[in-house]
């Protein structure tokens, strides 16, 4: 059983389209971040967010924090194909401070 | 300018060889970790290294075993490769906990 849940799994949209990717816990996380990964490199930093309720907003990007600190969103306004990749959320247990898990990830594919 | 570094990019070896892999940073950071990404991307941590202490170690085999001889290197051995070994390696640092930053990874495969 994974700690953090992420969907969908897979995502193939077209150019234009809105989306949502979610990652899910029961668990309760001290700060949680979000990565892009591309075919071939390592995973890259998106966004940390740390507040419950919080909101951040990268260009069409809009992460989101639950509440609870269980759960956290990203939603892409208005996909490009160069938002293609491997989405990859991680968080930092409240209970085990310095060590991220990550979820399984999305892979988002965006079609021209 | 490369912010976090691993050396081979690609290796390829026998069943049974032992092998390192390099990694370095620049970004000043005090903690690094070695990941495994296998062939579904789940990305898992390994190991983890604060000030050069070993802070995290997971469930790995002995023939896996880090080194990091100071704050900015942290390396990895692995003796008797074998066939699940196969997977991509990130190296990873961060400023105290959260926020990581990896490598561009080392594609292991054991033949």
């Known amino acids: 059983t994974q700690l953090l849940e992420q969907s969908p799994q897979f995502l193939s949209i077209q150019e234009g389209e809105n989306l949502t990717v979610y990652c899910n816990s029961s668990?309760?996380?001290?700060?949680l971040q979000w990565y892009r990964q591309e075919p071939g490199e390592g995973p890259v930093l998106l966004v940390t967010v740390v507040t419950g309720g919080e909101v951040k907003k990268l260009k069409r990007l809009t992460f989101q924090f639950g509440d609870a600190r269980k759960d956290s969103s990203l939603h892409i306004t208005a996909a490009q194909p160069g938002d293609t990749g491997l989405y990859l959320c991680a968080g930092e247990l409240l209970t085990n401070a310095g060590k991220s898990t990550f979820g399984d990830g999305t892979t988002l594919t965006v079609k021209p | 300018d490369t912010a976090v570094s691993q050396t081979p990019k690609y290796l390829v070896t026998q069943m049974g060889n032992d092998k390192s892999i390099k990694c370095e940073q620049n970004?000043?950071?005090?903690?690094m970790y070695w990941y495994k990404q296998d062939s579904k991307k789940f990305l898992k941590i390994m190991f983890s290294y604060n000030n050069k202490e070993l802070i995290i170690n997971e469930t790995v085999p002995n023939r896996f075993s880090p080194k990091s001889p100071d704050k900015a290197h942290l390396n990895l051995h692995i003796n008797s490769l074998e066939l699940g070994d196969s997977a991509v390696y990130f190296c990873?640092?961060?400023?105290?906990?959260?926020?990581?930053?990896f490598g561009p990874g080392t594609r292991l495969t054991v033949l």
């Open positions: 990873a640092s961060s400023l105290g906990r959260g926020a990581q930053f």
């Open positions: 970004l000043g950071h005090d903690t």
């Open positions: 668990s309760v996380f001290s700060s």
